[in-house]
């Protein structure tokens, strides 16, 4: 349940999913919608003794435009999408040095622009990764 981007009131979904729920459990007698976690459906599925193959392929197609699709959306290069988190975080905290380097009225020309260079270099550096 659910997409990406798709349900900005979480409160309003809640209330329409009760709702819904409500309704198919009053209609619907061999089946009941609850809420569930990953835990309780995983138990749900380990009770069943099921084997499944296991499939080693690039998955996931998914196309938000006409023509434009993705694979791998959730599993090509899992470290290195973990590691651009990590620089984002790092980028999001350095700029604040930046600035204060950069207001600070005993800084000389020379160490203002080595904070910008450094500051573009990663910049740079993490728009390219």
């Not at 009941?32 to 459906?41: A, D, E, V």
């Not at 197609?61 to 984002?88: H, I, L």
Request: glycine share 4%; hydrophobic share 35%; aromatic share 14%.
């Amino acid at each position: 349940m659910g997409c990406d981007f798709t349900f900005a009131n979480a409160r309003q979904n809640f209330i329409s999913l009760d709702r819904l729920i409500q309704y198919f459990n009053d209609h619907v007698d061999n089946v009941t919608l609850i809420y569930s976690t990953p835990g309780i459906y995983l138990d749900a599925i380990k009770i069943q003794n099921l084997s499944y193959p296991v499939n080693y392929d690039d998955m996931f197609p998914y196309a938000d435009q006409t023509n434009d699709y993705w694979t791998g959306y959730f599993t090509s290069r899992a470290n290195s999408k973990g590691q651009v988190r990590d620089g984002q975080a790092n980028l999001h905290a350095s700029n604040k040095l930046y600035a204060m380097k950069v207001i600070d009225a005993s800084a000389s020309n020379e160490d203002v622009n080595a904070t910008l260079a450094a500051q573009y270099s990663m910049l740079d550096s993490l728009g390219i990764y």
